[in-house]
C-alpha cells in the first residue's frame, strides 16, 4: 500500500492512462518518497532517465508544468479516484482537534523535494514552539543568503506539524505574482469545492480569507516573499501591482485568527518589523549556516574524493555553512574537476579576486595596498593579527604603512577589528564578507548552469540557473541564460520573464536578451514590436555575436512586412558580421525570392546548406532552434525543384 492506497488499485488505473511497466516502477519508487538520484541507483539508470519515464506519467494525467509540485498533485489525483470509488471520506491525515476528527487537506504547489536535510533541530524546535504550542499567527522565517535552506526548512516544518491543521498550503512567490492572483488561488485551494463568490477587490479577499482562517485552523506558508517587497525598505512602498501584500501581511499580523502564516524571505517586511518580539504572536527566526557537525553530516554522502580536515573546513567556512552552496561545490570539484580539489581551489581564488575587483571599483581613492590587505582577508575567511596579515600581503610592507591602510579601512567600515586575548585581529565587516560569499557562489552557480544549458541538459541548467538568481537576483547573466533554458523547455512566459529583468542592465546579456525576446515577437507575428526593441539595442550594442543576431532578426522582422529592402540590407550586413553561420542565408534567400531573383535565391539556399551542414558536423550545440529546421527543408525542397 503506498500512501494508503491500495497498489492494485493504482496498478489497474495506470495501466487504464497506459503507463508502462517501468514507468509505474519509476513512479512506486518515488511515490515511497525516494529521491530520483535513489531511484536511478535502485533501477541502474540515469537521473535523467528517471525524470523522463517519471514525466511521461505526468503527462498522461494531464500534469503540466515543473517543479516537484507535480508529484503532489498526481498523488491528489490518485486519493480523490480512490475515495470516489470507496465512496467514503477516507483521510490521507486524520487531525485531532479537541473531540472532532478532521480531513488534512494539502496542498503543496511547487514545494521542493527534501531529499538531503541535516541538522536544524534547534531551529525546528522552536518553530513547532512558536506554532503549536503559542499559536503563533504570524511566523517569519529570515536568511540574508540565497541557498541557506529557508525553502527546506519551511516544507520540513510544515510536513512534521500537518497534522495540527486541517489545511496546508505552500506557494513559492518566486515569480512575484500580483497580489489578486496569489489571493484568488489562495481562496479556490481553501475553499474547495465549497460555492462562494470570490470578491473583485483586494481588501474584500482578504477579509475572505481572514474569515476563512478565523473559522479553520490552517497552515499556509509563503516561500521567497523578499520577491514582492518594497525595492527600498525606505521609500517604505510597494510596486503598484504588489501593494496589496502589505495590507496582506498587516491586517493576518493584526488580527485574532486561528491559523498560521509562515514567510521565508531574505529581508523584512516594513508592515511586520515593530510587532515582533518572544511574547507576541509574531516571531521571526534568523537562519544562519550550517553548525560545523552539521556540515560534515550533510557533506558525507556526497563527497566521493579525498580531502583533508583543514580543507574541508576551509571549504565549510568559505561557504558560511551554506548547504546548496557546500552540496554545489562538492558535486562541481566531483563532475567538473575531476576530483580535483587542488585546481577548484585555484579557480575560487582566481574568481574571489575577480568579484572583488568589480566590488572595488566603486570606491573612490582606494590604493593598491588597501586592495590587497582586501583580498588576503577574503582569502583567510578568519581574523588575522597584524603580523599574518602583513606575512601574507604579496609585497613587502612595513608596519607602519600598513597600519595607516588599515585605519582607512576600518574608517570605511570595510573591515573590523576584533579582540582575541588581548591580540588585535582583522576581518572583512560582514556585509563585504556576505557579497563577496553571494557574488561568488552566484557567479559560479551560473556558470555550471551555462555548461549544463550548452551540453542540452536544460533540467540541470534550469536548477542551477534558479538558485544563481537565489544568491544574486541582480546578476543579468544568469537571468539571460534561465532565460534561455526556459525557451528551450518551452516555457515561454517564464523565459519572457528572464529576459525582461536582463535587459535592464547595461550588458552584453541585456542585449542579448532584447534579440530573444524580439525573436518571440516574431515568431508570434508582432514584427512591428521586435523592430522597435531590435532598433533600440542596435544603437549601443558592441559583442559581434549579439551584433549578428539583432542583424538577422531585424531583416527577419521586415521579411514579415514584406519590407523587402530593409530585409536585403539588414541580412547582408548581419552576413559581413558573420559569414559562417546559415540562418541569414536562409532569410535573405527568401528575401531574395521575393524580389523574384531566383538565381541568388537559390545561391543563397545553397549556402545555408553548407553552412547548416558544417555546423552540424562540428557538434557546435545539441539543440537547435526550431525555425532552422524549417529553413532547411525548404532550402532542401528549393534546390531539389525542377524549376531553379
Known sequence: MIFQIPQEFLRVLLAEHDVSDIQMEALFLALEGQSNALIAKRLGISDVAVRKRLGEVYRKFNIIGSGPGKLSELKQIFVSLYEAQEASNISSTPVNLGEERFQVRQDWG??????????????????????????????????????????????????????????????????????????????????????????????????LLIEYLSQHRCLLVLNDLETVLPSSQLARHYPKEYEGYGELLRRLGESNHNSCLVLTSREKSIEIVDFTGDTLPIRELLLSGLRLEDAKNFIFPIKTFA??????????????????????????????????????????????????????????????????????????????????????????????????????????????????AMVAKFTLNNRVKKYITNQFIAKSLNQIGH???????????????????????????????????????????????????????????????INNLARLEIINGNSATAIDLLLFSLERVQDALVKYALHKNLGWAYLQQNQYINAQDYLGKAIELDSSRPDAYYL??????????????FSLWEQGLKNDSRDKKQKKAPWRVPELDVWQSQAYQRLNSVDK
Open 588 to 601: 535573405l534567400a527568401q528575401v531574395q525570392e521575393a524580389l523574384e531573383d531566383k538565381k541568388s535565391a
Open 110 to 207: 511547487e514545494a521542493p523535494e527534501v531529499t538531503l536535510f541535516y541538522g536544524r533541530t534547534q531551529e525546528l524546535a522552536t518553530l513547532k514552539q512558536w506554532i503549536v504550542k503559542d499559536k503563533c499567527r504570524l511566523v517569519v522565517i529570515l536568511g540574508m543568503m540565497g541557498g541557506i535552506g529557508k525553502s527546506i526548512l519551511s516544507v520540513q516544518l510544515a510536513k512534521q506539524i500537518q497534522n495540527e491543521f486541517e489545511c496546508v498550503i505552500w506557494r513559492s512567490l518566486h515569480y512575484a505574482p500580483p497580489i489578486q492572483e496569489l489571493l484568488t488561488d489562495l481562496l479556490q485551494s481553501l475553499l474547495h469545492q465549497e460555492e462562494i463568490n470570490i470578491p473583485q477587490d483586494v481588501s474584500g479577499q482578504i477579509s
Open 307 to 420: 580531502i583533508s580536515e583543514q580543507n574541508l573546513l576551509e571549504l565549510i567556512e568559505l561557504y558560511q555553512g551554506n548547504p546548496l552552496a557546500l552540496e554545489i561545490a562538492f558535486k562541481t570539484i566531483n563532475k567538473t574537476f575531476k576530483s580535483d580539489f587542488n585546481n577548484f581551489s585555484k579557480r575560487n581564488l582566481s574568481l574571489i579576486n575577480n568579484i572583488l575587483n568589480e566590488f572595488l571599483q566603486s570606491f573612490e581613492n582606494i590604493s593598491d595596498l588597501e586592495k590587497n590587505i582586501i583580498y588576503s582577508l577574503a582569502v583567510n575567511h578568519q581574523a588575522v593579527s597584524l603580523a599574518d596579515l602583513q606575512a601574507s600581503l604579496v609585497f613587502a610592507i612595513d608596519l607602519s604603512e600598513l597600519d595607516a591602510s588599515l585605519n582607512l579601512l576600518l574608517q570605511q567600515s570595510l573591515i573590523v577589528q576584533e579582540d582575541h
Open 451 to 513: 555548461q549544463q544549458y550548452l551540453e542540452g541538459d536544460f533540467i540541470s541548467a534550469k536548477f542551477s540557473l534558479v538558485w544563481s538568481l537565489r544568491f544574486n537576483p541582480d546578476l543579468a547573466a544568469a537571468h539571460y541564460n534561465l532565460g534561455s533554458t526556459y525557451e528551450k523547455l518551452q516555457e515561454l512566459e517564464r523565459a519572457c520573464f528572464h529576459y525582461e529583468m536582463a535587459k535592464h542592465y547595461k550588458t552584453r546579456a541585456a542585449d542579448a536578451a
